[in-house]
């Protein structure tokens, strides 16, 4: 992270590839917080990153979307 101020967290929790501003983070790793579903259900979260600049200005192209099943232990 070298020359930028941290990172913006994009998200999405319908699976239908509908992405938002989630959070920004300026540390190395960000960890999702949302409660999981209940039951047995399980919900695909869609992710996806932009950097930002010293500003805290978006920077730059999105990452590649990455695609997470979370779910309750059962």
């Known amino acids: 992270m070298r020359g930028f101020a ?3 967290v994009w998200r999405d929790r319908t699976n239908n590839n509908n992405l938002s501003l989630n959070d920004k983070s300026v540390g190395r790793t960000w960890t999702d917080t949302t409660p999981l579903p209940d039951g047995v259900n399980a919900e695909i979260r ?3 990153v932009r950097m930002l600049d010293s500003n805290n200005q978006p920077i730059g192209q999105f990452s590649n979307t990455v695609a997470a099943t979370v779910s309750r232990a059962i």
């Open 6 to 8: 941290g990172y913006e």
């Open 46 to 48: 869609q992710y996806r």
